[in-house]
């Protein structure tokens, strides 16, 4: 089969991390006889040097035009004085919005090799771990109205019933694919909206009776994510929820350079990206862990392709090359210390 990918290297390490995203695409297309086309395109800092704004028309245009978009990671301290509409993130939240992407994916997957990385006591973590976090992107309380009044400021938490269904419906299908348990978190006993949310979770659930499902409110979800991680499989969360609990959730891996993402709408097209930032400390200097964005590609041959065996390769490959001992500088534990090059060998090299 043949499939157009856009390319966003970014700023700071994000070309070094998509090189090794692209080479592991290249081999998974030779493997199993798919042929990718890769289109490289500017978001972010380079695209501001180069044509004045974070996200250039023509940027968009081939995204659109695309089966899926690979990004690296986009900012730096060069653009940390420009002002708001002109810094490199906005250039991501115009890609998220115009290309209507309005789920975003996040597995936190401690793999065995690297337990010991992990924060949580050994008793707790177990051997290994693997959450999916569904975060709706584009509604709630970072959309809603907002403001002054003389009494004070003001945000709202909005959802229409559409806005929820097919957030819902996405993470149901996710949940299904995966350990098919999904846990509904809102906070239902005081908020109006979190009681649509729900409703709207539950005459989902009809659609998919293979999948179990329960719910918790978002207090008790921080809590218990850290207290008995090993209960969850997949969850499905608000926006600003969300934000909060994908970020709990990744940092019980404790390795920010492993985790990947995948932001979706209504098709299949989605971008994919590393969760981490452009790491500017280390720029250039071959330390970058290119295995988030590897694990990326993952998610993408998955979500956007619809090519499970594909994906299960490149995961099976990371982990292989882990359990082989190689460990980029940021990893922690037994191994031996390769370049962002040796390590994205190691993983071409085990992609059988
Ligand atoms: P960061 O994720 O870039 O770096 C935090 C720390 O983690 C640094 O010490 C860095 O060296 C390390 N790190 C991150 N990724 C790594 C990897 N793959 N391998 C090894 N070490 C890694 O976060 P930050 O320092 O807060 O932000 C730097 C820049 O990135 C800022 O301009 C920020 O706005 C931007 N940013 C972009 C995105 C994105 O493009 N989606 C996300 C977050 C931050």
Redesign the pocket.
Known sequence: MKFNIAVIE?D??GPE?TRAAVAVLERVGERYGHHFEFNYVLAGGRAIDETGVPLPASTLEVCQNSDAVLLG????PKW?QLPGHLR??KG?LQIRQGLGLFGNIRPAKVFKALKEASPLKPEIMGDSLDIVVIRELTGGLYFGKRGRDEAGAYDTMRYSEAEVRRIARLAFEVAKKRGGHLTNVDKMNVLESSRLWREVVLEVAGEYPEVTLNHQLVDNAAMQLVRDPHQFDTIVTANLFGDILSDEASMLTGS??MLPSASLGEGRLGLY??I???????AGEH???PL?TILSTALMLRYSFDLEEEALAVEGAVEKALDDGYR?P?LKGLGRTVTTEEMTDAVLERLV
Request: without cysteine.
């Open positions: 970014g700071g390490i991390v990671a986009v900012g730096g940390d490199p993130e991501l920010i350079g990206e590393p981490h930032g452009s790491a500017p400390d280390i330390k970058a862990n988030g980029t940021d």
